[in-house]
C-alpha cells in the first residue's frame, strides 16, 4: 500500500520569505503522479502544482516549485516570496490507478501560517 | 461554469440514523470520488464512480454506499451512523478516467451525535 508522509505538522514564516514543505511518500509502482493540493478555511481543496513521475524535471507554477527526488521518494514543495493568502493546509498526495481506481493517497497535512 | 457542488453544507445527525450527501460534477465530468476527512487529517478515499459503475473502493465498512446517476451526479449513503464518521466529507469530479486532475467541491461537514 502506498504512504504519503509530511513531517511538518505546523510552518510559520513572514511575508515575502521563501518556505520549503516536505514530503515523503513509499511506493513499488514506477508510474505514478504527485501532488501538492492547498485547502484555505473555505475546505475547498485546491490543486497548487503535479509532477509526473516519469519526468526527470521539476515542476514548477509561479511561485510554486518542486524538488522531486525519485531514488530517495521525496517530493518538497518550495513556495518563493510567500504572501498572506497562501495561509492554509497543505496536503501532499499521491496517485496511480491501483486497481483501476484513480485514488488519491494523502499526507496528513501542513498548516502554513505566512505573517504580515 | 459551476464548480462541483455538494449539498448540504452542514448537517447534524443522531448516532443509528442514516444519512446522504449528494454531488455534482462540473458539468462533462464523468468520475465521481467521494473521500471522508477526519479533523487534523488528510482525505481518505471511500469511492470512485465511473460511468455509473463503481470503479473503486477505499478500506469502509459496509455501512458506507454509492451510486452515480445518468446525469453524472453522485450520492454517498451512510448507514448506522457512529460517532467516528463525523467528518468533512469531500467530493472529487474529473473529467475521464485516466485524468490526473481531480477539481474538488467545498465538502459537506458530518455531525454526529
Known amino acids: 500500500a502506498q504512504t504519503v508522509t509530511q513531517s511538518q505538522p505546523e510552518m510559520s514564516v513572514q511575508e515575502a520569505e521563501t518556505v520549503t514543505l516536505s514530503c515523503t511518500y513509499d511506493t513499488s509502482e514506477s508510474n505514478y503522479y504527485l501532488f501538492w493540493y492547498k485547502q484555505p478555511p473555505s475546505r475547498q481543496m485546491i490543486l497548487v502544482i503535479r509532477?509526473?513521475?516519469?519526468k526527470q524535471q521539476n515542476a514548477t507554477e509561479n511561485r510554486f516549485s518542486v524538488n522531486f527526488q525519485k531514488a530517495a521518494k521525496s517530493f518538497s514543495l518550495k513556495i518563493s516570496d510567500s504572501q498572506l493568502g497562501d495561509t492554509a493546509m497543505y496536503f501532499c498526495a499521491f496517485m496511480n490507478w491501483g486497481q483501476g481506481a484513480q485514488k488519491l493517497v494523502f499526507g496528513q497535512g501542513t498548516r502554513l501560517t505566512i505573517n504580515p | 461554469d459551476a464548480g462541483v457542488t455538494q449539498s448540504p453544507t452542514h448537517l447534524i445527525k443522531t448516532r443509528g440514523q442514516q444519512v446522504t450527501l449528494r454531488c455534482s460534477p462540473i458539468s462533462g465530468h464523468k468520475s465521481v470520488s467521494w473521500y471522508q476527512q477526519v479533523l487534523g487529517q488528510g482525505p481518505q478515499f471511500i469511492f470512485q464512480y465511473y460511468e455509473k459503475e463503481e470503479r473503486g473502493r477505499g478500506n469502509f465498512p459496509d455501512r458506507f454506499s454509492a451510486r452515480q446517476f445518468p446525469n453524472y451526479s453522485s450520492e454517498l449513503n451512510v448507514n448506522a451512523l457512529l460517532l467516528g464518521d463525523s467528518a468533512l466529507y469531500l467530493c472529487a469530479s474529473s473529467p475521464w478516467r485516466g485524468n490526473t486532475e481531480a477539481f474538488f467541491g467545498q465538502g459537506t461537514r458530518l455531525t454526529v451525535v
Open positions: 509532477q509526473e513521475a516519469y
